[in-house]
C-alpha cells in the first residue's frame, strides 16, 4: 500500500508538472502562430520578435526511421524543441523508428498511442517529465532505449503505463536498454515489482541512447535558414528528396545525381525477379531504393529502405515483374540526421525470358582499363557496350562517364579525358544498367 501511495503522490507531482508546461501562454502579447517544416508541424507561443515556447504537434511526411528535430530557423532566430504535445504522433501507422534527441525535455500524454508500426524507441537522457500515459499504446514496440538522465534529483519518468494497451493490458516481451542505478532503471525495477505478470526485460549499457546524440535544425542545412535548391543535393532533407522522386517520370538521371558513389547497378536476373545493388557510402546510414516500369510517365515508387547494399525485386509497384521488359531504379543514401548523401543515376534492367536483354560490361581504348596522361592533354575513350550473343538491347540512354575527381582530370560527354593537375582518380564508363569499365587515370 506504501508503494502505490508512494506512486500516486509522484504521479500527482508530475501532473502538476504537466499542466504547468501546457498551460496556454497568458501575456498578451503572446501570439501562437502554427508552423510546418519538413512535414513536422509545430506550435509557436511567440512572445514577441521571435522568442518563445515551441511545441512539437506531430508529423505526416513519409520518413518512417524518424530522427525528431532539436531547432527550427524561425524570425531568423534559432529556436530549439524541447517537448512532445501530448496525441503528437497518435495513429501514425508508418513510424517505424523514432529518436527523441539530446535537448527534449517533456513528452506528452499518448505522444505514439496507435502508432502500430513502431518497434523501437531511443530517448535522450535529457528527457526528465514524461507524461502517465507518454508510452502506452505502442502494441509492437518491443526496445526501448532509455538515456541516463542529467537533472536526476527532479527527474520523474512516470513509466506506470510502458509497454501496455489502450486498455492497460501488459505487452509481453519488451526490452528497455537503460543505465545501471538510472532514474528509469528504478522506474522499471518498480514497474516490475508492481507488475510481476509482465516484467520488462532490463539490460544495462553505458549509453542506450546513444542514437539520440545527433542535432537536426529545420530547414535542414546544418543550422542555416535554406536548404539546398536542389531536393538530391548531398544537405537536402530526406522527405524533401522523397517527394521529389516519386513524382519523377522522367527517363532521364535526375538533376545533381552521381554515379560514382553508389555505383548502382544490375547484380542478377530472372524471368520475374530482378536483383539490384550497390556500393557503401561513407556517412550512410540507410538507403531508400525506388524502381517503376521503364517509360516517360512512370512516377517512381518507394520499395523500401534499408542498410544493406542489395535488394531483390520480385514486386514492383505491387504487381509482380514480367518476362522480358525493363524497370528501373534509384537509389538515395542517407545520413543519421536523414539528410541526403547522394543519389544515384538511373539503371534500366530487362528481366528475362523476352526479346530484350541487359549489357554484360562496357569495353574501351585504355589498354588495361589505365590512362596516364600530362596537365592540359587528352585522352579519348571510346568506350562502348558488351552486348550478349543473344537478344537485343534496347537503349534508354548512351554510355555516360563520371570523374570521381575532376580537379585531377576531367572527362566530357563524348568520352574525352583531360587531365588537370598532377595526381590520380578514377573515371567511369557505365552503360544503362549500371554495368560500368573503371579507368585509372594518372595526371603527371
Known sequence: MKQVLKRLSVFVLAIAVCVTMFAAPTKAETKEVKIEMNGFHFTFYDDGGGIGSLWLDGYTGSETNLVLPTHIIYNNNKIPVEEIAPDAFAGNTKLKKVIIPDGYKFIGARAFAGCTGITELVISGTVVYMAEAALVDIPN?????IGEAKDTPSSIYLMSYIATTGNLNPIQGVTAYVVQGSVADRE?????????????IIKYMADPAKDAHVTRVLPENGGGGTEPKNPYDKGASYDRADKAITNYSSESDVPGSKFGLLQLKQKKVKKNAIKVSWKKVSGAVKYAFYATNCGKKNKYVKHGITTGTSNNFKKICGKKLKKGKYYKFIVIAIDKNNKVVTTSKTVHVATKGGKVTNDIGVKTKAKKNKVSIKAKKTFKLKAKEKKPKKGKVKRH???KYESLNSKVASVNGKGVIKGV?????????YAQNGTCAKIKVTVK
Open 188 to 200: 522499471l525495477q518498480q514497474l516490475n515489482t508492481d507488475r510481476p505478470n509482465a516484467p520488462i
Open 397 to 399: 540512354r548512351k554510355i
Open 421 to 429: 593537375k598532377k595526381g590520380k582518380t578514377t573515371v567511369f564508363a
Open 141 to 145: 514496440c518491443k526496445t526501448i532505449r
